[in-house]
């Protein structure tokens, strides 16, 4: 279904004469643009984008389905969207109430005509097109060639933040517009708290290392996680027992991944893998969520969300273990659900690897 057929049956099934979208992430479908200025308003009969001199010149060079309006201090957003609502008679208005501040939601009810109910939006970008598939799939392959990349460029003595910004170089060299958050790299133990933003500590020997990142690409997230031993001799490391018992509950997680599974039915394999080991208080966290345009989209594998998964939608997973004082562990990976399981997007292995040495070859 197109965006605007999607559009016009949420208008239908909720009895709305017209929808205003305002956020970025629910804009781009229609407009191209990742931006959060202007509006999209969809009516039953008429499709309109409202932009003002900074990227009118932009869509009017791209814009062929739409009505282009380009507001200015003569003519406000407000106004142009009135003159729209009078001239189609409009009246029940929906508005992404979710993506709009208390402020932004006062301003909106006090300047537009007609009555304002708020919808939401998100749920149309659940299950992606084939084209956003595409796209996300380029932004995997950045980030799996970058992990590679990082997992041969650490050294001891480097710090968290040299590593963090020849990650992002790296990505960036390879198409990607802007790391899709910041940059967590967690050492030793740093590797205790899962949003450990790389740190002007100094990576050490023997330690693991956490780095979790992703790349925008043309709009579109990855997210990906691996722990690394960084470059030791061989001796029995402390937490190589923790880093099997989390790569054993992602696998089962993924392992549980196909269409009409309940999100909280892949929470739980993962969940239970870590709790029969005695580390359930130690993964407090959910065990993954859904990327698009946002890194975190719903639904969530979750204890609590009862979504059941269809083919096209795009999730993580991504258990952890983490101890307090000594370290942790987390693996990270994007799936897409497919018509009978799912397809992990990332080729890089997740076997207790040692920074800077060979892969190992597979059989
Ligand atoms: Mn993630």
């Given at each position: 279904m197109s965006p605007l057929s999607a559009i016009r049956s949420l208008l239908a099934s909720q009895q709305l004469d017209a929808v205003l979208i305002s956020s970025r992430q629910n804009k781009f479908c229609h407009t191209g643009l990742l931006s959060s200025s202007g509006y999209v308003l969809i009516t039953a009969r008429s499709q309109h984008i409202i932009v003002d001199f900074r990227y009118y010149a932009e869509l009017a060079a791209k814009t062929t389905h739409y009505q282009l309006h380009c507001s200015d201090a003569a003519h406000s957003p407000w106004q142009i969207i009135n003159q729209i609502v009078a001239a189609e008679g409009l009246q029940r208005i929906g508005f992404e109430g979710n993506h709009l501040s208390y402020d932004e939601s006062q301003r909106l009810a006090s300047q537009l005509a007609g009555s304002l109910q708020s919808t939401n939006l998100d749920g149309l970008r659940r299950i992606k097109?084939?084209?956003?598939?595409?796209?996300?799939?380029?932004?995997?392959?950045?980030?799996?060639?970058?992990?590679?990349?990082?997992?041969?460029?650490?050294?001891p003595g480097m710090t968290e933040q040299q590593v963090a910004a020849e990650l992002e170089w790296f990505m960036r060299q390879q198409g990607a517009e802007k790391p899709s958050f910041d940059t967590i790299i967690a050492s030793g133990v740093r590797g205790a708290m899962p949003h450990g933003k790389a740190s002007d500590k100094v990576i050490n020997a023997g330690e693991l290392v956490t780095l979790d990142f992703g790349a925008q690409y043309q709009g579109y997230c990855s997210d990906m996680t691996r722990t690394f031993l960084v470059a030791a001799a061989a001796t029995p490391h402390p937490l190589y027992d923790i880093y099997q018992i989390v790569l054993q509950a992602q696998l089962a997680a993924i392992a549980a991944i196909r269409p009409g599974v309940p999100c909280q039915v892949v929470d739980a394999a993962a969940r239970e893998v870590i709790k029969a080991h005695g580390y359930g208080e130690q993964f407090g966290h959910n065990t993954g969520h859904a990327i698009g345009i946002d890194v975190h989209e719903n639904p969530r594998f979750s204890p609590s969300d009862t979504t059941l998964l269809q083919p096209g939608m795009l999730l993580t997973v991504e258990p952890g273990i983490y101890l307090p004082n000594l370290g942790g562990v987390r693996i990270e990976d994007v799936v897409l659900v497919t018509e009978s399981g799912c397809e992990v997007l990332y080729q890089m292995p997740k076997t207790w690897l040692t920074t800077g040495e060979d892969l190992p070859r597979e059989h």
């Open positions: 097109t084939p084209q956003e598939i595409a796209t996300i799939r380029q932004a995997c392959r950045i980030a799996d060639n970058a992990c590679e990349h990082i997992r041969q460029f650490i050294q």
